[in-house]
């Protein structure tokens, strides 16, 4: 499909509606509340500060707007980094000082190979 580019705002507030309503979903808690867990942990998720999810495009807008763009792109891909270097940390952890099993560190490594 190819759409016009959206302004700078315009992105930030679409990138914003999709955890805002998984975090909406979370009122029904009392009533469905495996829906409504699942809901928080996807939009938690969701807000990660990397790209390809909504948090990385929040996190990219603001930087747009207050920097310029080459400080931007290369803050957001330190940010990244980071992000998949504590994803394979929290795996490793989980495997190893948790032995919660190899499936932790293989997701995080999923993850991260995800990401890009």
């Known amino acids: 499909m190819d759409l016009p580019e959206m302004s700078r705002g315009a992105?930030?507030?679409s990138a914003l509606a999709g955890p805002a309503g998984g975090f909406m979903l979370?009122?029904?808690?009392?009533?469905?509340?495996?829906?409504a867990t699942a809901g928080l942990v996807q939009s938690v998720y969701n807000l990660l500060p990397v790209y390809p999810l909504d948090g990385g495009r929040i996190f990219r807008c603001i930087l747009e707007m207050t920097l310029l763009p080459p400080k931007a792109q290369k803050l957001q891909k330190i940010v990244t980094i980071l992000c998949c270097i504590g994803i394979l940390t929290a795996g490793f952890y989980g495997w190893f000082a948790l032995q919660y099993g190899p499936l932790c560190f293989l997701l995080s490594v999923l993850t991260v190979i995800r990401i890009k």
């Open 11 to 13: 992105e930030l507030l």
């Open 26 to 35: 979370f009122a029904l808690h009392p009533v469905l509340p495996r829906l």
